[in-house]
């Protein structure tokens, strides 16, 4: 089943009569149910079966999904279960966190095709991965940006550049690449790189993006 992520500010108003419950982690829309549903009815004895969302992995500064549908008596490990509106959908607990919040949708671009998610949550870009950084701040900074954030903006065709560091210890980066004139870059810059910065470089107070947005193939706002 197709499905890509999507700007996690642009979630759908479709569902805000919908009630929620402590169980759901992860909500679907009138549109994406429609068509979750649509498609489960093409499958033999549909209502036997769950709809599985599960984090895979991740991709550059997103998260990967898998998304199928699954046999609800056969399912095994450990998972958060629950209903929307006639479809059963199934979280492996060690999605349900990184999940939490998100929501299943149609693209906004309706040629796109798929499914998207929409997920508040980001994955960390260091995770799992040892930093040793030396020198002085600068140093430190640009080594971060260059062995470890740079990598993971790759996937998108983007990357950080360090612009300088001011007498308060705020540290300037520009975004280029794919992620300028991106707008999900504010996203990115303070839920991975600035979050990578002040982990990793603790004497750094802030990270500012100084990048000319409008100056991007895709910018997002004007003067």
Request: hydrophobic share 35%; proline share 5%.
């Amino acid at each position: 089943m197709s499905v890509s992520t999507d700007d996690p500010s642009a979630s759908s108003s479709d569902d805000q009569d919908r009630p929620a419950t402590s169980d759901v982690v992860m909500t679907v829309s009138d549109a994406a149910l429609e068509t979750v549903l649509g498609i489960r009815a093409d499958e033999d004895d549909p209502t036997s079966l769950g709809l599985r969302v599960a984090i895979t992995g991740i991709a550059g500064t997103e998260f990967a999904y898998d998304l199928s549908f699954e046999g609800l008596a056969e399912l095994d490990g450990p998972h958060v279960r629950y209903e929307i509106d006639g479809l059963t959908i199934v979280i492996p607990e060690d999605t349900v966190e990184n999940l939490q919040g998100a929501e299943l949708d149609l693209p906004r671009d309706a040629g796109q095709g798929g499914l998207v998610i929409r997920n508040p949550n980001r994955p960390d870009p260091l995770a799992g991965i040892t930093v040793e950084l030396s020198g002085d701040l600068a140093e430190r900074v640009a080594q971060l940006l260059e062995q470890s954030i740079n990598p993971a903006l790759a996937a998108h065709g983007g990357y950080a550049t360090l612009v300088g560091i001011d007498d308060e210890n705020k540290v300037y980066v520009t975004m280029g690449g794919g992620c300028q004139g991106c707008s999900v870059s504010a996203i990115t810059l303070s839920d991975g790189i600035k979050k990578a910065i002040l982990e990793h470089v603790p004497e750094i107070v802030d990270v500012i993006d100084a990048t000319d947005h409008t100056a991007g193939e895709n910018p997002f706002y004007t003067e």
